[in-house]
């Protein structure tokens, strides 16, 4: 396991977008425990599904609940920068706590030992963290993106303290909707389709089509609102809708099936051939009784 290190240190991933996904076991123990508050040992088939749909309607109520609160309440801003009023409309609660403290974090622990004069609408600067001793970060910001050595963005999908401290400087006051991604928005499920079967092998030319179809899908949303409960309004979208799927339609570009076995083959530069066996080990020594497990 250790001679295969390099596959499992979070320090590789750094340029890989894994949202949070490489961490520890803690998720699957909080279900573990999520779900033996349901279940016990001795459960026949039937008791099993009966309980096992509890559960499932359990977390459904919660998820409904959650983004009821979302979509009807505003979280309490706790800076006068404008892009956290702004911020607090686009993500969920739970991700705008997160994006709240890197904002705080940005005003208040952030010192900028160099800034350099604006190029093609792009200023770098080097920020100090007052919290991290002899280390610099180095941030590339324009008025709708920014780039971070740190690379929070690429790995979590949260924009880090360095980028909004860059943002600030240069005077931007909304959110730029091109670092927002569609599974911390409130309106996450306008965007499904975005869990695409269809890319193009090229990883970095595919980061880019998520990022664009972002933005789509929040200038469709802010169509959709403007349209509101007219008639008129909404059956004019739709027919510009309609119209443009035609035109796509008899547009001539060919589309190439990239399936996920093909997606982490990109990212890992490798895929085996023929078929893979993976044994087990003989024993196998988890927290508690590993004789239960």
């Known amino acids: 396991m250790y001679a295969l290190k390099a596959s499992w240190i979070p320090a590789f991933f750094r340029n890989e977008p894994m949202f949070g ?11 573990n425990s999520f779900f033996g508050q349901f279940h016990k040992q001795g459960d026949m088939l039937c008791e099993f599904w009966l309980r096992f749909e509890s559960a499932m309607d359990k977390q459904r109520n919660e998820t409904v609940t959650l983004d009821h609160e979302s979509k009807s309440s505003l979280p309490t801003t706790l800076s006068k920068w404008f892009i956290e009023d702004d ?7 739970t991700m705008f706590y997160k994006i709240q403290e890197e904002i705080l974090a940005s005003c208040l622990e952030m010192q900028i030992k160099r800034m350099s004069e604006e190029v093609d609408g792009v200023t770098h600067f080097e920020i100090r963290d007052v919290r991290v001793k002899d280390k610099l970060f180095k941030v590339s910001v324009s008025m709708n993106h920014a780039v971070c050595s740190c690379k929070k963005f690429v790995m979590c999908g949260i924009v880090c303290r360095y980028a909004f401290c860059g943002l600030m400087q240069i005077g931007v006051t909304k959110f730029p909707r091109i670092l927002v991604l569609n599974r911390w928005m409130q309106t996450d499920d306008r965007g499904t389709s975005l869990n695409l079967d269809v890319v193009t092998s090229d990883y970095f030319k595919m980061e880019q ?28 979208v739709h027919s510009t809708i309609k119209k443009l799927n035609t ?10 099936s990239f399936t996920k076995k093909d997606h982490i083959a990109a990212m ?16 196998c020594k988890n927290k508690r009784n590993y004789f239960k497990r």
Not at 87 to 93: N, Q, V
Not at 209 to 236: C, N, P, S, Y
Not at 247 to 256: A, F, Q, T
């Open 21 to 31: 996904l490489l961490r520890t076991t803690s998720k699957s123990e909080s279900e």
């Open 87 to 93: 911020a607090a409309t686009l993500y969920t609660c």
């Open 209 to 236: 089509v998520f990022l664009k179809l972002t933005i789509i899908w929040f200038d469709f949303r802010q169509t959709v609102d403007k349209a509101g409960v007219e008639m008129d309004r909404l059956e004019h």
């Open 247 to 256: 035109e796509l339609d008899d547009y001539d570009g060919s589309i190439v």
């Open 268 to 283: 890992v530069e490798q895929q085996p051939e023929g078929e893979v066996n993976i044994l087990p080990t003989n024993v």
